[in-house]
């Protein structure tokens, strides 16, 4: 079975800081994962992907994670927060079918 | 855009009543699920469907019914709406754009009163 945990679900950052939202997950076999930003009154649009290759994956709005198998980690970043960031970002992963299992998201509020 | 709108975006609903909520795409795309968002939980599968007349259960069901005569139409219905089925009902269809990637409509907000 997978599992996807979402560490802190709230995460505040001043503006031009360091964005760090922290996802673990749990499968068997080899993940695919995603990061998913919610702004409020809409749906979820997809921020990266990872399926293979590249440990490292950029996706828009400067977002980045890294795979890292060892630390079953998906960890996503941003090295300067921004106003417009301020959303609810998800973690996702799947094993190649069409069955995903979400975190329970992290709300990240930007300081001023 | 991916194509897929949801009606109604709000509605208000008197517990015990029938309620269906439609998903709607223009991608013709096989796979269509239905989510529901909660707080502390984020979106927990209600049902998916894999064709036409072909559904299946999620892992929060129970309540809920689908059903898909059309490859574009997706419908989600709560035969006798209770005060716990207040929450934010997203649909989804998955593939478009790339490799496993889900794509959302904007939503349906349900308040049982």
């Known amino acids: 079975a997978q599992s996807v945990t979402q560490l802190g679900s709230h995460v505040s950052v001043s503006e031009g800081a360091l964005v760090l939202l922290r996802c673990n997950y749990s499968s068997s076999v080899p993940p695919y994962l995603f990061w998913y930003v919610q702004y409020p009154n809409q749906g979820l649009q997809l921020l990266l992907k990872?399926?293979?290759?590249?440990?490292l994956v950029k996706g828009i709005n400067g977002f980045e994670a890294e795979f890292k198998k060892s630390e079953t980690s998906f960890h996503l970043t941003k090295p300067s927060a921004h106003m417009s960031d301020a959303a609810e970002y998800f973690c996702?992963?799947?094993?190649?079918?069409?069955?995903?299992?979400f975190g329970t998201g992290t709300r990240l509020k930007v300081l001023a | 855009d991916a194509g897929i709108t949801q009606s109604p975006r709000h509605k208000v609903t008197e517990t015990g009543t029938p309620v269906t909520l439609r998903c709607h795409q223009t991608?013709?795309?096989?796979?269509m699920y239905w989510y529901r968002q909660d707080p502390g939980h984020g979106l927990r599968l209600i049902h998916y469907s894999y064709g036409v007349k072909d559904t299946d259960k999620g892992e929060v069901s129970d309540g809920y019914s689908v059903s898909r005569s059309k490859t574009e139409d997706f419908l989600l219905t709560l035969e006798s709406a209770t005060s716990s089925q207040t929450s934010v009902y997203f649909c989804a269809i998955y593939g478009t754009g790339g490799v496993y990637e889900q794509y959302f409509g904007p939503g349906t907000r349900l308040t049982v009163t």
């Open positions: 991608e013709n795309h096989r796979y």
């Open positions: 990872y399926t293979t290759g590249a440990t």
């Open positions: 996702a992963v799947t094993s190649g079918t069409y069955k995903y299992i």
